[in-house]
């Protein structure tokens, strides 16, 4: 095996499964893993403290150009393995692929980022750009490994997030709004049902309502990422059957194309209840998680030069968006020109079965090195 693919099997054996999970494990071992690879090739690292026992680790490749930094980042942290129909820390190579929980989403991506650079280290060539490689903490859960790491970023040339792309340039995600809706009603004995007010009934016309105008709040669809979409998830009301329920909510994930903003977006959706107001007691919470979308022109140098380099592997090298979100967003809000780029399907992520087709790996950690080789050139 691939000393690329000896590092990815010892990093799926680390559990660190995002602690709001089931069965969560600070990420504390896997960067320590990361620390020990570089600190055995002299390669400059340091922690950042996100949470108690939850670093992220950056590895620094100094580059020969004042002013020019590379940032790779992937995050250490997996979700649970609830569900899961294989051994998720025991990986295993067959069939030209790797299993194992966070085999694809993102711990290759890491593996390779973690070789490329380990190899112009070893090589000794010094890169135009100053490489900062992150191995960063909650990305499956709040993001906060990557807000923490723009704290201390002051600037950044360009920045390649890993996720499961399948070796495709990703310029473009959608942002995820996440919120309630409650509707509030009155408790009465359900053999007396007219003595209450059923929130849940008050609620099913809240459901009705949404799911026939959403396509009208939406923005044109994008060329990339397609249509905005909208997902009521949870619903939750009642105390008894025999109970009139006095209080009902929904969870609703609105996912954001390019040019949204959450509070826009959060205030057509409110203007929208005001159709069933006061007839209905109906209230929308603060939002639970909200994240913009990520836009990067084509024409960046972070995707020209990916481009280039996909193509001299004869890899595609068009441009293309995902529907998920990533720590790449965020980047990107801090000024940093940042694109998604990673080995494996995001159909794989979060799977009973998870696994990363080994070629993709080795691939990926071909596109990396030739990557931080040309940028700035």
């Known amino acids: 095996m691939s000393g690329v693919l000896e590092t990815l099997a010892d990093l799926v054996r680390i559990p660190s499964i995002n602690p709001a999970y089931e069965g969560g494990v600070p990420e504390e071992a896997a960067a320590a893993y990361v620390e020990r690879f570089f600190a055995a090739r002299g390669i400059e690292t340091w922690r950042q403290e996100v949470f108690p026992g939850r670093p992220n680790l950056i590895a620094r490749l100094p580059g020969s150009s004042p002013g020019l930094r590379v940032v790779l980042e992937a995050h250490t942290d997996t979700v649970s393995v609830g569900g899961?129909?294989?051994?998720?820390?025991?990986?295993?190579?067959?069939?030209?692929?790797?299993?194992?929980?966070?085999?694809?989403?993102?711990?290759?991506?890491?593996?390779?980022?973690?070789?490329?650079?380990?190899?112009?280290?070893?090589?000794?060539?010094?890169?135009?750009?100053?490489?900062?490689?992150?191995?960063?903490?909650?990305?499956?859960?709040?993001?906060?490994g990557v807000l923490k790491l723009c704290e201390a970023l002051d600037s950044a040339s360009a920045a390649i997030v890993a996720e499961?792309?399948?070796?495709?340039?990703?310029?473009?995600?959608?942002?995820?709004?996440?919120?309630?809706?409650?509707?509030?009603?009155?408790?009465?004995?359900?053999?007396?049902?007219?003595?209450g007010i059923n929130a849940i009934s008050h609620m099913a016309r809240v459901i009705d309502l949404l799911e026939r105008e959403a396509p009208a709040l939406a923005p044109p669809p994008h060329p990339l990422l397609g249509p905005a979409t909208l997902n009521i998830g949870i619903i939750r009301g009642g105390a008894q059957v025999n109970f009139v329920p006095a209080e009902c909510e929904i969870e609703i994930d609105r996912r954001l194309l390019p040019g949204e903003r959450t509070e826009g977006v959060l205030a057509e959706y409110d203007r929208l209840l005001d159709r069933l107001r006061p007839e209905i007691d109906v209230v929308m919470d603060v939002p639970m998680l909200a994240d913009e979308a990520l836009e990067t022109p084509a024409s960046s140098a972070v995707a020209a030069v990916a481009s280039r380099v996909l193509e001299r592997l004869g890899l595609d090298p068009e441009p293309c968006g995902v529907p998920y979100g990533s720590d790449a967003s965020k980047l990107s809000r801090h000024g940093v020109p940042s694109m998604i780029f990673g080995p494996g399907s995001i159909d794989r992520a979060h799977a009973a079965v998870e696994f990363v087709e080994c070629d993709q790996v080795l691939q990926a950690e071909r596109f990396f090195r030739e990557f931080l080789l040309e940028f700035g050139k």
């Open 84 to 144: 899961m129909t294989i051994p998720p820390f025991e990986p295993e190579v067959r069939d030209g692929n790797l299993y194992g929980r966070g085999s694809c989403d993102t711990k290759a991506g890491l593996a390779a980022m973690m070789h490329a650079v380990a190899g112009l280290h070893a090589d000794g060539i010094v890169p135009q750009a100053e490489v900062w490689l992150v191995a960063a903490a909650d990305e499956e859960h709040s993001f906060r």
């Open 164 to 195: 499961p792309t399948s070796l495709r340039a990703v310029i473009a995600s959608k942002g995820v709004v996440r919120w309630k809706i409650r509707t509030r009603g009155r408790s009465a004995h359900s053999s007396k049902p007219h003595l």
